[in-house]
């Protein structure tokens, strides 16, 4: 298998191909829908409303929490999770950029 040539685009590139591979699933996204919902750190709702199997919602909030999309705090026997700041205004940022680029050119194809 080809490695991938990463080095020949940019910082910006990378990083938005990064964050959008992470929430590149629509179980992730409706994780973070709740979470965003929500407006507060959830913990262990998420099997009961999304109806995914525990070590399914597991494995997505790993992808998330790796790529610092979100983050996790133990509270007792529980992890609850919520947005990371940072890295949300990252990508609303470089997607934001990027989505505006794009000008209709009014007859093309």
Avoid at 14 to 42: F, G, M, T, W
Avoid at 47 to 73: C, F, M, P
Wanted: hydrophobic share 45%; proline share 3%.
């Amino acid at each position: 298998m080809g490695l991938t040539k990463t080095d020949i685009f940019t910082a910006q590139q990378n990083e938005l191909s990064r964050l959008l591979k992470a929430i590149a699933h629509p179980a992730r996204i409706a994780i973070l829908q709740q979470i965003i919902s929500a407006n507060a750190c959830i913990c262990g709702d998420l099997v009961q409303e999304l109806g995914l199997a525990q070590a399914t919602i597991s494995q997505h909030l790993k992808e998330l929490k790796n790529a610092d999309i979100i983050r996790g705090t133990i509270d007792g026997v529980k992890v609850c999770y919520c947005i990371e700041p940072k890295t949300w205004a990252l990508l609303h940022k470089l997607f934001g950029d990027f989505m505006v680029t794009y000008v209709d050119p009014k007859g093309c194809c």
